[in-house]
């Protein structure tokens, strides 16, 4: 069973105070997301990454479609209690201590009274912050107050979690320790969906990511496929500086450095290219696709649509 079912989910919001006009902030979305994977909801400003969360958590009304999470309708309390979210901005009463707040939100999600001082200083523990208890959130930075929100999120122990850009105002330690967080959640077989606009911060960690951009879906797959799926290149190199003249005609490029030589040659060429190394006898040392990077790959997704869009408005 998928953990996150999205079944054609819209939102249309009525916007402007005399004469409403509708914006349409997520077109008919469907997207399935499997138990035990990390999943990134990619795109841009303004794509629909945060309507789409809200919508999921049932903070706003669909204007079409449903979804399930679990298994379970949004809006079933039962599934409630088995997810977690960080919202986008959190915000927090800032004259509590950070141990008050966690305390009152293990109440609301039914942590048991005798066990909520340990589950908060454990959980304190793992978002980094475990000497800060006692301090206002007032004093918090922003980092500290995003840790803080994870926490929330994680306290008590949901089996799929729901991260609104979880890196947003952290230092490149601090995304770090949210990546490795999310990495043990998988380990201790959780879901975990999470939106970001930093392509860096999905690239080494997600199973799967989903594009969006003007409220559209534009991509979906294993990152891996996504990007190789551009190029259809492979890169071929050798060692020594020989380049055998049979093989400049199939090389899209071909350069030396140090005491190897590098070519990209497309993938339909590969066993040519091979063979006319080993004529040579020139020792291959690798032959691997030609990956973009996630950002040209999202690059490319987003292109065609600046031109549609300009039509559209
Ligand atoms: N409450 C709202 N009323 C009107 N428009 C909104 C509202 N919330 C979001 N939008 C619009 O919907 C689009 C998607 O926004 P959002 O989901 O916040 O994008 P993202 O999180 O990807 O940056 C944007 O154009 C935004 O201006
Ligand atoms: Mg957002």
Not at 14 to 29: D, E, I, M, T
Request: aromatic share 8%.
């Amino acid at each position: 069973m998928a953990a996150i079912d999205i079944l054609g989910l819209a939102k249309t919001y009525s916007v402007g105070f005399w004469r409403k006009k509708p914006k349409c902030a997520l077109q008919p979305l469907h997207l399935s997301v499997e138990a035990g994977e990390i999943f990134g909801f990619l795109g841009p400003n303004g794509a629909g990454k945060t309507t789409t969360l809200k919508l999921l958590m049932g903070l706003v009304f669909p204007s079409a479609g449903s979804a399930r999470i679990l298994g379970m309708e949004i809006n079933d309390p039962q599934m409630k209690a088995r997810i977690g979210f960080l919202p986008e901005q959190p915000y927090f009463y800032d004259y509590l201590t950070a141990t008050e707040l966690l305390e009152y939100y293990a109440q609301l999600s039914g942590v048991a009274a005798k066990e909520r001082s340990r589950k908060v200083s454990e959980v304190l523990a793992r978002v980094g912050l475990p000497d800060v208890g006692g301090m206002q959130l007032r004093k918090f930075s922003k980092g500290m107050l995003q840790r803080v929100g994870i926490a929330q999120a994680i306290l008590h122990d949901p089996q799929v979690l729901f991260f609104d850009e979880p890196m947003s105002g952290l230092d490149p330690i601090g995304r770090r320790e949210v990546r490795d967080l999310m990495e043990q959640l998988k380990q201790q077989g959780k879901t975990v969906f999470f939106s970001t606009h930093i392509l860096s911060d999905a690239e080494s960690l997600c199973d799967r990511v989903a594009i969006i951009h003007l409220g559209e879906l534009r991509g979906v797959g294993a990152v891996a496929d996504l990007t190789s799926s551009v190029q259809g290149q492979v890169e071929v190199v050798w060692q020594g500086n020989l380049v055998p003249a049979s093989l400049k005609a199939f090389a899209t490029e071909c350069h030396g450095t140090g005491d190897t030589t590098r070519a990209v040659v497309p993938e339909a060429n590969q066993d040519a290219v091979i063979d006319a190394l080993r004529r040579e006898r020139l020792r291959i040392v690798s032959v691997i696709p030609v990956r973009t990077s996630l950002e040209e790959y999202f690059v490319l997704k987003l292109k065609p649509s600046e031109a549609a869009a300009g039509v559209r408005s």
